[in-house]
T-cell receptor
Framework: AQRVTQPEKLLSVFKGAPVELKCNYS??????LFWYVQYSRQRLQLLLR??SRESIKGFTADLNKGETSFHLKKPFAQEEDSAMYYC???????????????FGTGTLLAVQP | GAVVSQHPSWVICKSGTSVKIECRSL??????MFWYRQFPKQSLMLMAT?????????EQGVEKDKFLINHASLTLSTLTVTSAHPEDSSFYIC??????????????FGEGSRLTVL
């Protein structure tokens, strides 16, 4: 079964501190992993995806198939990073156009000044 | 990026009435849209996958007769909550995938619709 686990509901750090938001997944095939962010009073938006191997707003995430993890990291947190972060999984395979996203429960990142 | 718009953003209704929520892709065509439900301070729960021109695919535990989904065009999907009750009060969010190739197409989310059933 597809499942995404984010063990931390809340992560509070001070400005300038490193951040790691944990995400583990369960999927029998070859998944696509994403991180979505929701800032206060705004809609959900894509932060990054594992296939792009990109760094967005200083955030990176590496897919570790051995540990089935896709942790989100940033070396120096900023106050504007405070938001709700969701890890999500989409299964690859046939067609792809209807592959649905399964979300984790989310982690609220609070960056203190 | 692509824009997905939902209407209404907030609706209050009496118990027993039906409420329709619209989801539109404003500048792209979407053969597939997804409807999610989000309870306060909780994650998004996928309710159903809306396919243009065919029946929606519902997730386990979601009543298809309760949550009617219609995807009549490539830019519009509607979710109708029939005979709404207070327990249906929630935040409903739609998303659409840009591009028909799909597999790596980005999902764009609407701003959500808050339903309050009195």
């Amino acid at each position: 079964a597809q499942r995404v686990t984010q063990p931390e509901k809340l992560l509070s750090v001070f400005k300038g501190a490193p951040v790691e938001l944990k995400c583990n997944y369960s999927y029998s095939g070859s998944p696509e992993l994403f991180w979505y962010v929701q800032y206060s009073r705004q809609r959900l938006q894509l932060l990054l995806r594992h296939i792009s191997r990109e760094s967005i707003k200083g955030f990176t995430a590496d897919l570790n198939k051995g540990e089935t993890s896709f942790h989100l990291k940033k070396p120096f947190a900023q106050e504007e990073d405070s938001a709700m972060y969701y890890c999500a999984l989409s299964g690859r395979g046939y067609g792809g156009a209807t592959n649905k996203l399964i979300f984790g429960t989310g982690t609220l990142l609070a960056v203190q000044p | 990026g692509a824009v997905v718009s939902q209407h209404p953003s907030w609706v209050i209704c009496k118990s027993g009435t039906s409420v329709k929520i619209e989801c539109r892709s404003l500048d792209f065509q979407a053969t597939t849209m997804f409807w999610y439900r989000q309870f306060p301070k909780q994650s998004l729960m996928l309710m159903a996958t809306s396919n243009e021109g065919s029946k929606a695919t519902y997730e386990q535990g979601v009543e298809k007769d309760k949550f009617l989904i219609n995807h009549a065009s490539l830019t519009l999907s509607t979710l109708t909550v029939t005979s709404a009750h207070p327990e249906d009060s929630s935040f409903y969010i739609c998303s659409a995938r840009a591009g028909t190739s799909g597999r790596s197409g980005e999902l764009f989310f609407g701003e959500g619709s808050r339903l309050t059933v009195l």
